[in-house]
C-alpha cells in the first residue's frame, strides 16, 4: 500500500486544510504450480495458482473455482492446457499444461527361445527404462548359469501408470552331432550321411 497527505496551506505556511489518501497496489505477479504427469485412473486434483479470486477453464476442469481436475471426466490421454484467469482492475491470466498418461502396452524385444546355457541374456522390451524381475535376473540381465530350463522374466514400466507383463525365456543346452556314414566305399559311388541331432543338409558323392 502507498499513502500520501495533502496540505492547503496560507500565504505564511500555515496549514489549514489536511487530509490523506491510501493507494493500494496491485500485484501483478501470477504464476501456476507446474504438475507432474498422472495416470488417467490417478483421481482428481486440484491445481494451484500464486494468486486466489480467479477461476479455471479447460478440458478436466470440474470446479472453476477451486481448479478441480478430473482426469476421468476427458477420457484419453495426452496433454491438456488450462488457463487461470483473474478479471478486475489488472485483470491476469495464466496457463498450464496437464499431461495424462495412459497404461502402456509392454512389446518384448528378445527372443523366447535362447541356445547357451552359460552366456548372459540381456532383456529388453518397450517402453525402455522400466524394471527387470525374475529368477536368475540382474540389473536387467539373465543369466542361466550353466541350467537349462524355462525361465519366467517379468517387466515392470516406469511414470505415472505402471504396467506390469511376464514372459519366459527357455534356455536350451548346444545339441550333440553324431554323424553317420559308411566305414567304405567304392569309388564313384554316391552316399547318404545322416547325424543324430541335426538336419540332413545333402549328399555326399567320392
Known amino acids: 500500500d502507498w499513502s500520501s497527505d495533502v496540505c492547503s496551506s496560507d500565504l505564511n505556511g500555515v496549514c489549514s486544510i489536511e487530509d490523506s489518501v491510501a493507494i493500494h497496489v496491485l ?8 504438475v507432474a504427469p498422472r495416470c ?3 483421481g482428481n486434483f486440484n491445481l494451484v495458482a500464486s494468486q486466489t479470486g480467479g477461476y479455471w477453464t479447460g478440458q478436466g476442469i470440474t470446479n472453476q473455482v477451486t481448479g478441480l481436475f478430473n482426469p476421468m471426466s476427458i477420457g484419453l490421454p495426452g496433454a491438456y492446457t488450462v488457463q487461470y484467469q483473474i478479471p478486475g482492475v489488472c485483470p491476469l491470466s495464466d496457463q498450464v499444461t496437464v499431461v495424462i498418461e495412459g497404461y ?3 512389446s518384448w524385444l ?3 527361445l535362447v541356445c547357451g546355457v552359460n552366456d ?8 525402455s527404462n522400466g524394471i527387470w524381475s525374475g529368477n536368475a535376473v540382474s540389473n536387467g540381465v539373465l543369466q542361466p548359469a550353466g541350467a537349462i530350463g524355462i525361465y519366467e522374466v517379468i517387466y515392470t514400466t516406469s511414470g505415472a501408470c505402471v504396467a506390469t507383463a511376464s514372459t519366459t525365456i527357455h534356455v536350451v543346452d548346444f545339441p550333440t552331432i553324431q554323424l553317420l556314414a559308411p566305414d567304405s566305399i567304392c569309388p564313384g559311388a554316391a552316399f547318404q550321411m545322416e547325424a543324430n541331432g541335426a538336419v540332413e543338409i545333402g549328399r555326399a558323392h567320392v
Open 120 to 127: 548372459p541374456i540381456a532383456l529388453d522390451a518397450l517402453p
Open 104 to 106: 502402456p502396452s509392454v
Open 110 to 112: 528378445m527372443d523366447s
Open 40 to 42: 488417467i485412473d490417478q
Open 27 to 34: 500485484d501483478t505477479a501470477l504464476s501456476i504450480t507446474p
